[in-house]
């Protein structure tokens, strides 16, 4: 069972729809990631938080809006997606300090799909 | 030049065979290093922490040469449960750098 979890497991949306993503982490972690997916290609970085503070944002359009009210709980709210946004979003989280030198968890993940 | 760099494959081999992945790193920085292993349409999962002296669990055997920048993953004995895409990972501060990954095919 992952320690960290994802919901919903699957989501279909149109353009003009606004949803959010959750994420939730119960292994005291500071660090928490969202990763784009799509279909056969490698894992693509997209936000970083580092106790609840954004500390990366790899030029993602602004359609996509994180927040992270604690350390244990991600969000990703969509608005106005576009097709090419169909993927999977996976969450992760880490320990940081002197657990420094640890993996990344992951979520299961959720199916987007845009109609 | 991307931060983690891994052959894609794709790797097909026989059940039994032992096979070898190999990975690259750019920044001498990164502190600590770990195998992933994804299935199709799967979240990533740990297979290993890759220690700088070398370590096993079972048929995986992960070795890591920091002079070099460079990591391996052995599998001895391949099962057909070990088809998956493996993925080299990197972490240097809070930031993971991920290979794209290498897929792995074991035949009947």
């Known amino acids: 069972e992952t320690g960290v979890t994802q919901t919903p497991r699957h989501l279909v949306m149109g353009m003009t729809n606004k949803k959010s993503l959750k994420c939730e982490q119960h292994l005291g972690h500071n660090a928490m990631y969202w990763y784009k997916q799509s279909a056969k290609k490698p894992l693509e970085l997209m936000f970083v938080?580092?106790?609840?503070?954004?500390?990366e944002n790899n030029s993602v359009p602004s359609r996509f809006s994180p927040e992270c009210p604690n350390s244990s709980h991600l969000f990703l709210h969509l608005h106005t997606l576009q097709p090419e946004d169909s993927a999977l979003y996976l969450c992760a989280s880490s320990p940081t300090g002197l657990r420094g030198n640890q993996p990344q968890h992951f979520g299961d993940g959720t199916r987007l799909s845009i109609l | 030049r991307k931060e983690v760099e891994q052959d894609p494959g794709p790797f097909n081999v026989p059940e039994g065979a032992t096979v070898a992945f190999n990975c690259t790193y750019s920044?001498?920085?990164?502190?600590?290093f770990f195998w992933y292993r994804q299935d199709c349409r799967k979240e990533p999962k740990l297979l290993m922490s890759v220690y700088s002296s070398g370590n096993e669990d079972g048929r995986f055997t992960a070795q890591l040469n920091r002079a070099s920048q460079y990591i391996s993953l052995l599998i001895r004995d391949s099962k057909l449960s070990d088809s998956a895409t493996y993925l080299c990972v990197a972490r240097t501060g809070n930031q993971f750098y991920f290979g794209t990954g290498t897929s792995l095919t074991v035949i009947p």
């Open positions: 920044n001498s920085a990164s502190q600590s």
């Open positions: 938080y580092n106790f609840k503070e954004q500390t």
